[in-house]
């Protein structure tokens, strides 16, 4: 077994290499299953990553894990943390409501939505693609879809920013602590508004999760609570990075900026590309339920497995050239919106934004131009993205 001579991961969660981990990422692929000297195992390659996204015996929840405050612990955790069978039966009842057709007649709004954003700038000659863009539209898109009042988001906000700052790996415990308290202010927050749609049902997913009538046994507060939860954060802290990361990516490959505005057709197949190439969320975790051996490597029950989604899209063992930003690469099978039975639920949503946010920046935004490179990192190792992406251009057409 190979004892990671540098603690790689502890280099990736160092902010100092925020704008760039995939030197670090390189060096893991050489021992695609390495533990650290502080115990936690890390698994870089495609071949592994993709093994335990399927393997039933890698679980997603740290309460069974050797180093439960590796994740801020609560009793009723989201079902991305929760294991089958309450998994299965929790993120059924989301899927029954976050249909295909929901999301498809989302698309107008959110045009309307990206084309107010863009007017907004057009007396201007330079905009953050972060505050200006890329934030405001999913935020306002989930706000909308669940039905929590748009005008709350300063007040959640700032709690899920402390819940993400303290999932850092636990390492920090004024972080954890503030992440607790973060939780607490949304858990109360999403428990009055589930109360006051309980009384009175409106529009929006929340209230139709509340009042479904198809199952016979129905979702409790706290798992109504917590499943909200989850897909606000994840409706917040992702799609931005997926936008912004796009952007930054064109605007250092002028030439794939330029094929796009020739050829629109290319936007669905470039967004994949800045999945694998820039992903939004670099790394999951799990542990194992009982021992295992990967890739000859013996990883006891109870351990932390750090999973390298964003290493693995990078293996040359499965992408030619690994390094190299194609948006016209073929057969993009990446680890993007991760694999298995938590795949994520939002991937349709977040596509049809990016599509939409890139589509209209493609077309409307002349002659744009960098003017920070690299540009300032939001702190997040794993949920990973520009704070800022200021960007300069001609005119807004
Ligand atoms: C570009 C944007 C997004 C990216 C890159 C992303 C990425 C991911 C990844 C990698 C996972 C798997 C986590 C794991 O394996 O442990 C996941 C799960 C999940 N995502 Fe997303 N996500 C995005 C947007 C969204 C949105 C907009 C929503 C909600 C509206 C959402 C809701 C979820 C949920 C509920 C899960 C848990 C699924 C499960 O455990 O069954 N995501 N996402």
């Known amino acids: 077994m190979v004892v990671s001579p540098s603690n790689l991961l502890d280099q990736v969660l160092d902010y100092a290499n925020r704008a760039n981990p995939y030197p670090i990422y390189a060096k893991m692929r050489k021992h695609p299953v390495q533990v650290q000297t502080d115990g936690r195992y890390i698994v870089s390659s495609y071949e592994l990553v993709d093994a335990i996204l399927h393997d ?15 994740r801020i612990e609560q009793e009723e955790p989201g079902f991305v943390f929760q294991d089958p069978p309450k998994h299965d039966w929790l993120r059924h009842q989301v899927m029954s409501k976050f249909t295909p057709e929901l999301i498809s007649g989302l698309q107008p709004r959110l045009e309307e939505i990206v084309k107010e954003l863009l007017d907004a700038q057009r007396p201007n000659q330079r905009m953050d693609i972060v505050d200006d863009l890329a934030y405001p539209l999913p935020v306002t898109a989930i706000c909308e879809l669940l039905g929590v009042p748009r005008a709350d988001e300063p007040k959640f906000h700032i709690w899920s920013s ?53 199952y016979e046994k129905r979702m409790n507060k706290a798992e109504l609570v917590t499943t909200a939860v989850l897909l606000l954060i994840a409706g917040h802290e992702t799609t931005v990075n997926l936008i912004t990361n796009s952007m930054l990516t064109l605007l250092r490959n002028l030439a794939s900026f330029e094929l796009l505005r020739h050829k ?27 021992d295992v051996t990967l890739g000859k490597v013996k990883i006891p029950k109870g351990a932390i497995v ?21 948006p016209l690469r073929p057969n993009i099978a990446h680890f993007g919106f991760g694999g298995g039975i938590h795949y994520c639920v939002g991937a349709p949503l977040a596509r049809l934004e990016a599509y939409i946010a890139l589509s209209a920046l ?11 490179d690299p540009p300032p990192y939001r702190e997040s190792p794993a949920l990973r993205g520009p704070r800022h992406l200021l960007v300069s251009y001609d005119h807004i057409a």
């Open 56 to 70: 039933p015996q890698m679980s997603v929840d740290m309460r069974k894990s050797n180093e439960p405050g590796v």
């Open 162 to 214: 402390m819940i993400i700052k303290g999932t850092n790996l636990g390492k920090d415990p004024v972080a954890v602590q503030e992440a607790m308290q973060g939780r607490d202010h949304l858990n109360h927050y999403m428990g009055e508004l589930i109360d006051k749609l309980q009384r009175q049902p409106a529009p929006g997913l929340l209230s139709a999760l509340i009042h479904d009538t198809t």
């Open 362 to 372: 493609a077309r409307r935004m002349q002659n744009p131009r960098l003017l920070q």
């Open 264 to 290: 629109p057709e290319i936007l669905s197949n470039l967004i994949e590309e800045v999945l694998r190439y820039e992903p939004p969320v670099q790394f999951t975790i799990r542990t194992p339920l009982t």
């Open 306 to 326: 750090m999973v390298m989604n964003a290493a693995a899209n990078r293996d040359s063992a499965r992408f030619q050239d690994p390094d190299r930003f194609d």
